[in-house]
């Protein structure tokens, strides 16, 4: 267990990186003071969403962990399950505050050139993407290093507390708790504000486009002020909560996987295999950290003039790196365990590697997904192009095409789910499957930076609008929100492929 300190390193190094990315975004100059102050009423609208969603949340977290320690007559659980809420939570609200804040500094960025205004953009997205990697590796790893005498290898065969007729291991319980914890938030940011971001967008659609007939963003319109606190608590704070959840639950059921497999062996599984299994995923998240970070850094520091190839270079550039990364993990600490799962490829090929190659199909699936999330959402390709053109006939067509193109899309990347589920089985039976889905999320930090960077420029584009400053800033804004769309589909793609 002593190995789980080095991903509590990687998980405190992304964490310090966070700050520092915060650090780093504040430093820009957010502009004229119109621009302060339209950012402001930004920034009060989100902290009045996150607030009052707090206490509705630390309500029913309460009331959850009451009933779980009155259930089970102990206090650890109730205790992870609410640290896990309070991880989560920390990240959505740093993320948050960097997001508000760089919108008016990256439409004041872009009046010296978009390289400028993607460097602030990305940067403040980063902040999101970092704590969430940060925040959730770490808590994990101090969760299972002070309670890790619930993971010793001779009392998982002490099942003997039981509830009723269900009997339960300590240490699944208190590692699910955590997760329940993390999978609380989620529900609230994601449902809670997906609802807001929409109901705010369509309303400020309706008053000012139907009624007024004023153009989108225009400051006679009050409601553009709650469209763009939406995108913040729905695309920043809720995809990413989402994501940190997906993220947190791939780790969890590879270790719950290990452990019901060290109770179903009947004595074969060695202490060696069974510390390996359960304390790999954890390994593999810290290396993904790390990769994540590199990643990030890369991004950030470029000078770019397409933000959609910059994005998509380090999209591909930080999986490799996880790939590499995951390579040394798995010849280090990965056991050459006998997985006996029915259909698996030459069960007698007893290899560690089997592993890799479960994690890899993940995570090239992951990848896989992204580039089509890119094709079927991106203003470079032609199913966007021809929807488009085809939308000058009409309101119906542009309804019907594009929820034919939306039907359409979902069909290959079910497909690359499928098969990099086979492949995860045939290489190491189900936990080959879990390993897999951590294979696919392992570089969390750069798919959530991603995805945060477009709701910054999209709030970028509203304050130049509202601002009146010149048309090349919001149309440089434009190109950047345009990015940030795909990113969004790309973001939610990993969250749902991974699920």
Request: net charge neutral.
């Amino acid at each position: 267990m002593n190995s789980l300190y080095l991903p509590l390193v990687a998980g405190i190094i992304s964490t310090i990186f966070a700050f520092i990315m915060l650090r780093r975004t504040l430093g820009f100059s957010q502009g004229s003071d119109r621009m302060k102050e339209l950012s402001k009423y930004i920034q009060e609208g989100a902290s009045a969403f996150l607030e009052e969603e707090a206490r509705k949340i630390f309500l029913v977290a309460v009331i959850l962990a009451a009933v779980l320690g009155i259930i089970f007559q102990s206090f650890k659980y109730p205790i992870v399950l609410l640290f896990g809420a309070l991880v989560s939570e920390l990240a959505g609200v740093i993320g948050m505050y960097a997001a508000t804040r760089a919108n008016a500094r990256v439409a004041a960025g872009a009046g010296t050139g978009l390289s400028s205004a993607f460097k602030v953009a990305f940067s403040s997205g980063s902040v999101m993407g970092l704590a969430v990697a940060g925040f959730s590796l770490t808590g994990l790893a101090i969760v299972m290093l002070v309670f890790k005498s619930s993971f010793v290898f001779e009392s998982i065969t002490d099942i003997s507390k039981a509830f009723g007729r269900i009997s339960y291991i300590d240490g699944v319980m208190i590692i699910s708790s955590y997760s329940l914890g993390a999978s609380l938030i989620a529900l609230f940011d994601r449902v809670g504000g997906g609802m807001y971001t929409k109901a705010a967008d369509m309303s400020a659609d309706l008053v000012g486009k139907i009624e007024e007939h004023i153009e989108e963003d225009d400051p006679r319109n009050p409601a553009t002020i709650a469209d763009n606190v939406g995108d913040n608590v729905g695309d920043v704070a809720g995809l990413g909560a989402d994501i940190l959840e997906s993220y947190v639950a791939s780790i969890v059921s590879a270790i719950v996987l290990a452990i019901f497999m060290k109770f179903a062996d009947h004595g074969t599984m060695t202490e060696s295999q069974y510390y390996g299994l359960i304390i790999l995923p954890v390994l593999i998240a810290g290396a993904g950290v790390l990769a994540s970070l590199i990643g990030v850094l890369v991004v950030a520091n470029m000078k770019t003039k397409d933000a959609q190839k910059s994005l998509s270079f380090g999209n591909l550039f930080t999986g490799a790196l996880v790939l590499g990364s995951v390579a040394i993990v798995i010849g280090i600490a990965a056991p050459d365990y006998p997985f006996k799962d029915s259909f698996i490829i030459n069960p007698e090929f007893v290899s560690r590697w089997r592993l890799f190659f479960a994690i890899a199909s993940g995570l090239i699936a992951g990848i896989i997904i992204s580039k089509l999330s890119e094709y079927y959402t991106s203003d470079q390709y032609k199913p966007t192009r021809k929807l488009a053109k085809d939308t000058q006939s009409g309101v119906a067509i542009n309804i019907t095409g594009g929820l034919a193109l939306g039907m359409g899309s979902t069909l290959w990347p079910v497909i690359t789910l499928a098969m990099a589920i086979l492949a995860a089985y045939w290489s190491a039976g189900v936990y080959g499957i879990a390993i897999a889905a951590l294979g696919m999320l392992s570089f969390v930090g750069y798919i959530v930076s991603v995805d945060s960077y477009g709701p910054v420029a999209d709030n970028a584009g509203g304050i130049a609008q509202m601002a009146n400053l010149d048309p090349k800033v919001r149309k440089l804004t434009d190109r950047l929100d345009s990015v940030g769309n795909t990113t969004a589909a790309i973001g939610k793609g990993f969250a749902i492929g991974s699920a």
